[in-house]
């Protein structure tokens, strides 16, 4: 339909440099499985962790893929899960058993939680003094809203990335989310320096990062403020030639003329030629504020062309541009996503095969196999006959509710 097929089994050369790292996940929702997610997509063994009543992704998030939720579905994909009451001594114990030959332990609850519960860093650093140890958090580790709630929705709202340059309406939320995104880039690089330096000298890390810290870090262009410079900060800002404009056809294509010769190329283009040599418009900084009125000419030219024509106008005159496009249908569909398989299907046991992004990167021209998230508890056996659990045994804590 739109891309290549994966299934249970990697294909041969498919890359798998981290298959020798074992990675325990205790998280839940989107930044801290991602994370992990990273890791288990490069051939890590990486055990997804589940309370009794199941992962938060997996039981709130909608639509549903009948009991499983798409967050849970798209960020645990390529591990084994098992349940398991850590409140429970014995499921304590059990998970303290798997961390002894970690390599990456990985959590994402509210501060002080693990820590009230035995499982902080220093905790399991005494049995393991090489584990790097992740925290996620939603504020960062100080400061008075360390220990408050969070979603990547209320991190959009402190951030200012409701708020868009040259928009006095109403705070919009982002069509996609910003610290749940970017923090597990953050959080996986560290972690994987944390293991060149356990490499090296033998210690193991606690490696910290926020939702907070992940959408500074994607909003950074906008936060740069001179220490010696009075007045509020610069807001980012179009220059002429750049912004969203409407075709015939009811489309809306994005231009970014965004360089001096590509400013130059779009004027020649659209019959304005006076408009390139204008030293009033020469350089970027001069087109932003002429932006509104050059943009009211340009949408002349713009508005009786197609999308299609505009675009291919565009394209031959190498000036950036985009369709717009209005869902995730109509993107799986384009012939350059088709292309490059940027869109997989997955085979899963009960759902069939289900499209999604694939791994955002190739290595050697060899993309990661994906597998289907798991299935609630779908490996508590295999995992826990690894950690030294007899049959009767595994029998017994299922009985009494520590795993299942």
Known sequence: MFGETHGHRGRRGAPRMLEDLKVIDLTTMIAGPVTARMFSELGANVIHIEPPWGDDGRNSTTPFLGSEGVLYTVSNRSKRGIVLDIRNPKGHELLLRMVKDADIFIENMRIGVLDKRGLGYEDLAKINPGLVYVSISGWGREGPLKYEPTYDVIIQAFSTAMRRYDDHGPPRLNGSMVGDTSTPLLAAFAAMAALRERDRSGRGSHVTSSLLQGAFHMMAPR????????????????PAGAGVFQTSDGEWTFICAWTNGQFERFAQLAGYPHLA??????????????????NELFNVWVQPHTRDELIAALRDADIPCSPVYGGVEELMADAHVQANDFVVGIEHPTKGRIWQMGAGFEINGERPELTYSPLFGEHTDEVLREHGCSDEEIAALREEGVVA
């Open 223 to 238: 936060k740069v403020v001179p220490e010696n410079e009075t007045g509020p900060p610069h807001e980012r800002q179009l």
């Open 277 to 294: 040599g204008d030293p009033a418009y020469a350089t970027r900084q001069l087109r932003e504020a002429a932006q509104v009125e050059l």
